[in-house]
């Protein structure tokens, strides 16, 4: 049973930094693709960032690029999400996604398991 565990979501103000977690159990860790999403009230759930199962390749959002890093520790089967210079509109709960195909996805289409989601708050 596939389980992926966000943690590291906080209240926060503007300009600051948080470090998302994401803890995978039940699948072949170094065979997935990772990412985040994130979805806001009343809003669909968006693409943040991506990477490839051996971490050499990484996507972002366009809104999210030079502030946030995604990186991932395959010995601990776990991903990250550093997000620096914080604005209100970051504001949303963070999902970890896991992808079987391996390589940088954007879509929710290519998600295979989801988390629970983190809360992110980010105050002006």
Do not use: H
């Amino acid at each position: 049973q596939v389980q992926l565990v966000e943690s590291g979501g906080a209240l926060v103000q503007a300009g600051g930094s948080l470090r998302l977690s994401c803890a995978a159990s039940g699948i072949t860790f170094s065979n997935y693709a990772m990412g985040w999403f994130r979805q806001a009230p009343g809003k669909e759930r968006e693409f943040v960032a991506s990477i490839s199962w051996g971490g050499r390749s990484t996507y972002y959002a366009d809104s999210v690029k030079s502030r946030f890093t995604i990186s991932r520790d395959n010995a601990k089967n776990t991903v990250y999400l550093q997000m620096n210079s914080l604005k209100p509109e970051d504001t949303a709960v963070y999902y970890c996604a896991a992808s079987r195909g391996g390589t940088t996805f954007t879509r929710v289409a290519m998600v295979a398991s989801w988390g629970q989601g983190t809360q992110v708050t980010v105050s002006s």
